[in-house]
């Protein structure tokens, strides 16, 4: 099922979250801020967090990065990892690697920031995955990358991603007009059921679900051995034992 998700941050001013949802909005990506101080958290991400979670929306977060080494990379993603940490998100946590300063870094340094941040991530139990515009994915990501972690990717105008195929969140609009809102608001249309992927895996601050199981047993009696033996067959290829016993 696709999902209609929207990306906001103090840029779209306060927000009527419960209008959002009336309006079809299924998520929202929030920027949680930028950069690795800590005094660059985006001022509205609290109020809009609790105001989406209450609304009934699922939730993800973005870092919007100006790293240009490794370092500053983990040093970023600490900050990030410090502002989220205690809240539930049933979208994946992104890193936002756009920035014309790494455009001039070029595919193998972006890279090892990127996994440097998301291997950051990870180790704190979030679902990770990076956003950009399509072509940086081509000329500034290891394509290795696109397939590892969840990509979220920019390509507006209703176009179809070219580089970045293997997208499970594309970026499709940044002109939308969303009851709520003031103002354009960017939109974007959700692929992959990553609620039910994060919660049943226990990220982003869900407990893993239950794999307690059941059993059934059940006994047939006075059945000729080839019958015995076909009925045997047929539970071992649904992944049942089967027990034949004579006189039984």
Same mark, same amino acid.
């Given at each position: 099922?696709?999902?209609?998700?929207?990306?906001?941050?103090?840029?779209?001013?306060?927000?009527?979250?419960?209008?959002?949802?009336?309006?079809?909005?299924?998520?929202?990506?929030?920027?949680?801020?930028? *950069?690795?101080?800590?005094?660059?958290?985006?001022?509205?991400?609290?109020?809009?967090?609790?105001?989406? $979670?209450?609304? *009934?929306?699922?939730?993800?977060?973005?870092?919007?990065?100006?790293?240009?080494?490794?370092?500053?990379?983990?040093?970023?993603?600490?900050?990030?990892?410090?502002?989220?940490?205690?809240?539930?998100?049933?979208?994946?946590? +992104?890193?936002?690697?756009?920035?014309?300063?790494?455009?001039?870094?070029?595919?193998?340094?972006?890279?090892? #920031?990127?996994?440097?941040?998301?291997?950051?991530?990870?180790?704190?139990?979030?679902?990770?995955?990076?956003?950009?515009?399509?072509?940086?994915?081509?000329?500034?990501?290891?394509?290795?990358?696109?397939?590892? +972690?969840?990509?979220?990717?920019?390509?507006?105008?209703?176009?179809?991603?070219? +580089?970045?195929?293997?997208?499970?969140?594309?970026?499709?609009?940044?002109?939308?007009?969303?009851?709520?809102?003031?103002?354009?608001?960017?939109?974007?249309?959700?692929?992959?059921?990553?609620?039910?992927?994060? $919660?049943?895996?226990?990220?982003?601050?869900?407990?893993?679900?239950?794999?307690?199981? +059941?059993?059934?047993?059940? $006994? #047939?009696?006075?059945?000729?051995?080839?019958?015995?033996?076909?009925?045997?067959?047929?539970?071992?290829?649904?992944?049942?034992?089967?027990?034949?016993?004579?006189?039984?």
């Amino acid at each position: 099922m696709e999902r209609k998700v929207i990306d906001v941050s103090k840029h779209n001013g306060v927000i009527d979250w419960a209008k959002v949802a009336a309006d079809g909005v299924d998520g929202a990506i929030i920027r949680a801020g930028y *950069g690795k101080v800590a005094s660059q958290k985006d001022p509205c991400f609290e109020d809009n967090y609790s105001g989406a $979670k209450a609304a *009934g929306l699922n939730v993800g977060a973005y870092w919007y990065s100006y790293a240009t080494t490794v370092d500053d990379a983990k040093t970023e993603a600490a900050v990030f990892i410090d502002c989220i940490k205690g809240k539930q998100f049933g979208l994946p946590v +992104y890193l936002d690697i756009e920035d014309k300063t790494q455009v001039a870094l070029g595919k193998s340094l972006c890279t090892g #920031i990127a996994v440097a941040f998301m291997t950051a991530l990870e180790n704190a139990g979030y679902f990770a995955g990076v956003y950009s515009y399509d072509s940086f994915f081509a000329t500034n990501l290891e394509e290795t990358l696109r397939k590892r +972690y969840a990509v979220w990717v920019a390509r507006v105008e209703n176009v179809t991603p070219t +580089y970045a195929t293997e997208w499970g969140m594309h970026q499709y609009s940044w002109k939308g007009t969303i009851d709520g809102i003031s103002g354009d608001v960017d939109l974007n249309r959700c692929i992959k059921d990553y609620p039910t992927i994060i $919660k049943n895996a226990g990220l982003n601050g869900y407990s893993a679900a239950s794999s307690a199981g +059941y059993s059934v047993t059940a $006994k #047939i009696s006075d059945c000729a051995e080839a019958q015995a033996s076909t009925i045997a067959a047929a539970c071992s290829q649904m992944g049942m034992t089967a027990v034949v016993s004579e006189g039984g």
